[in-house]
């Protein structure tokens, strides 16, 4: 990912993993037999002993395991973005552009075929995603009976894949003047979408944080 100076980070893998915890939902890319294949996903950021590793799984149906092997595959993790219009500069003569956050992760994925690590896999994505339902119980495999989940088990393939590189943008208008950021900000929070209202509220925390 083409990351100019002023989008970069100071400590990009410190701000990835809040970024991922925030949005794990995922797009994975994979080169084999000379094509791409993609896939949306739902991933888990963990750490230990040998660094940070994602965890994730797709239905053994889909072939794009498959071509899972040697080679680094692109996970990408995307938050709000919004288009921006010239108009909303002080500057004349400027172009449009489009504001975003993004953590682009590469790696070489490890299949995890034992039972037991299936089911780690399983229980912390949902562990994670049912703790952003809370006041709600959250559901955990134990309220599945086990004959039905060792079969559905058969039916995924999960997989982690060690942390090997990332790259880490957020393009939100730090090329500009001050005075346009603010116009930028004042004209995103006017607008009726939600994601024009979080890069709003992300530029202005930007701007406070520079200053």
């Known amino acids: 990912m083409y990351v100019p100076q002023p ?3 100071p400590d990009p893998d410190t701000w990835a993993a809040a970024f991922i915890a925030r949005h794990g939902f995922a797009s994975l890319t994979v080169a084999a037999e000379g094509r791409l294949d993609s896939v949306p996903l739902p991933c888990v950021r963990e750490t230990g002993p040998t660094g940070a590793r994602l965890i994730a799984h797709v239905a053994r149906a889909n072939p794009i395991w498959k071509a899972f092997g040697a080679s680094e595959v692109l996970v990408q993790f995307h938050g709000a ?15 449009p552009t489009w504001n975003y956050e993004a953590v682009h992760v590469y790696g070489v994925p490890r299949l995890l075929e034992g039972e037991e690590d299936v089911l780690r896999v399983l229980a912390a994505l949902s562990a994670r995603y049912e703790a952003d339902l809370l006041p709600k119980t ?3 495999l134990d309220k599945m009976p086990p004959d039905l989940l060792r079969k559905l088990l058969r039916g995924i393939v999960a997989f982690e894949i060690p942390v090997a590189r990332l790259e880490v943008k957020r ?3 730090q090329n500009r003047s001050p005075a346009d950021r603010a116009g930028v900000v004042a004209a995103l929070r006017q607008r009726p979408d939600e994601n024009s209202h979080v890069i709003a509220v992300t530029m202005a925390k930007l701007e406070e944080t520079a200053g």
């Open 7 to 9: 989008f970069a980070v």
């Open 81 to 95: 973005n919004c288009y921006v219009s010239p108009d909303w500069y002080q500057t004349a003569h400027m172009v």
């Open 138 to 140: 959250p559901w955990t």
């Open 171 to 173: 393009k939100l208008s």
